[in-house]
């Protein structure tokens, strides 16, 4: 059985999508571990789930919090890694460690409004500022850049002149959790 690790740092409803999809059926992998840098819901989510959820504290660990990830992860049979809605900076060894095992979602079309700093609110505050036409999500494996790994698949939305960010971001987020199972479902079959 394929097998995935959920790493987390938000809410979590990424992770719920892909839940569910293994729950119903669509996705044939089971779901090993979520771990999060940061107490959160997405934690709780796993737990309240029956999935092994575990807090790996950015604040302890600091730089050796990739390091306490990979030590955890290297106790299971861990085929494929997946970042939704996780903020810390992956660093080179992990990335080097799970090459081509490791994906991401973010919620742009990439690579516009991708890089540091493009987080949360603060990608749709600049699809809104820009008045682009469209926008979406991708989801891509995870380089040693920001956002820069190799697309796996996109999804578009309209923009309309008259959205904030918030009311963006919640119509992407639609997009992103049909996106991110179809992705790893994808990735499976390929294997
Ligand atoms: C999503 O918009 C994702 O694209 C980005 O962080 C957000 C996480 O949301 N990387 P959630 O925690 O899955 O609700």
């Known amino acids: 059985m394929f097998k995935i690790a959920v790493l987390v740092s938000g809410s979590g409803s990424n992770l719920q999508s892909i ?3 293994i729950k119903n059926g669509n996705l044939n992998c089971k779901l090993e571990i979520v771990i999060g840098d940061r107490p959160c819901y997405g934690i709780d989510r ?3 789930n029956g999935i092994e ?3 790996v504290d950015r604040k302890i660990y600091k730089n050796n919090l990739c390091e306490e990830i990979n030590n955890i992860l290297a106790t299971k049979e861990i085929d494929l890694v997946v970042l939704a809605g996780f903020l810390s900076i992956i660093d080179e060894k992990f990335v080097e460690k799970w090459k081509n095992k490791i994906i991401n979602i ?3 079309l990439l690579p516009k409004f991708g890089g540091k700093g493009m987080y949360g609110l603060k990608v749709h505050e600049a699809v809104v500022a820009n008045k682009e036409k469209e926008s979406g999500c991708t989801v891509h494996y995870v380089d040693s850049g920001v956002d820069s790994g190799q697309i796996i698949l996109q999804a578009k939305v309209q923009v ?4 904030t960010a918030e009311v963006l971001q919640k119509r992407v987020l639609v997009e992103e959790h049909k996106l991110l199972p179809r ?3 994808e990735i499976i079959k390929k294997k």
């Not at 309309?160 to 959205?163: G, L, N």
């Open 183 to 185: 992705a790893i479902g």
């Open 106 to 108: 973010h919620p742009s």
């Open 53 to 55: 959820g575990v807090l």
């Open 19 to 21: 839940i569910n999809n």
């Open 160 to 163: 309309f002149s008259s959205d």
């Open 46 to 48: 796993a737990k309240e």
